[in-house]
T-cell receptor
């Protein structure tokens, strides 16, 4: 089955720790994205990558980092610099770099700071 | 200018009713207007999308109405069912500008 796989589904982080969220896709899509979802705020773009070894900051990149070493993978690290990391994180991909095409989303990772 | 404003924030209808969710945008360059449906604990999935060369698009019980002059578009769900209960997001983009999402509408369809 083709799709986007995010892991883990639930993640708990202690104060001051970095954590990495995994995102893998087997759709052969060029572009991949990370969004953060908070209640009543829609989806906010954290980082995006339109090609391997290249990525750009979105609207709320502070406290996050990414890498794109392989076409299929786009991991997101939530660093200790992110002051309010508790949220639902969504990874997405699309077939080309243009924004006006369908985005396919993973099932999300719910991160909670304990 | 990149904002997409969505209303209402929440909506409750009875089974068989026709919920309507509205979105407004400012950027006249937007040329792609999708709607995404999200069930609790899941990622959003594309429901239906429209481009500005048409004023209406139907897919099953879901219809997008598009008013280019007013810079508004809306989602209508005909004969709504309890299984339609979900959060709905509108969005807008151009090929060169990022997908901008509305704030979301939580729809509840009561049996």
């Amino acid at each position: 089955d083709g799709g986007i796989t995010q892991s883990p589904k639930y993640l708990f982080r202690k104060e001051g720790q970095n954590v990495t969220l995994s995102c893998e896709q087997n759709l052969n899509h060029d572009a991949m994205y990370w969004y953060r979802q908070d209640p009543g705020q829609g989806l906010r773009l954290i980082y995006y990558s339109q090609i391997v070894n290249d990525f750009q900051k979105g609207d709320i990149a502070e406290g996050y980092s990414v890498s794109r070493e392989k076409k299929e993978s786009f991991p997101l690290t939530v660093t200790s610099a992110q002051k309010n990391p508790t949220a639902f994180y969504l990874c997405a991909s699309s077939i080309q770099g243009g924004w006006n095409t369908e985005a396919f989303f993973g099932q999300g990772t719910r991160l909670t700071v304990v | 200018q990149q904002q997409v404003k969505q209303s209402p924030q929440s909506l409750i209808v009875q089974k068989g009713g026709i919920p309507i969710i509205n979105c407004a945008y400012e950027n006249t360059a937007f040329d792609y207007f999708p709607w995404y449906q999200q069930f609790p604990g899941k990622g959003p999935a594309l429901l239906i999308a429209i481009r500005p060369d048409v004023s209406e698009k139907k897919e099953g019980r879901f219809t997008i109405s598009f008013n280019k002059s007013a810079k508004q578009f809306s989602l209508h769900i005909m004969d709504s069912q309890p299984g339609d209960s979900a959060t709905y997001f509108c969005a807008a983009a151009t090929s060169g500008s990022r997908l901008t999402f509305g704030e979301g509408t939580q729809l509840t369809v009561n049996p």
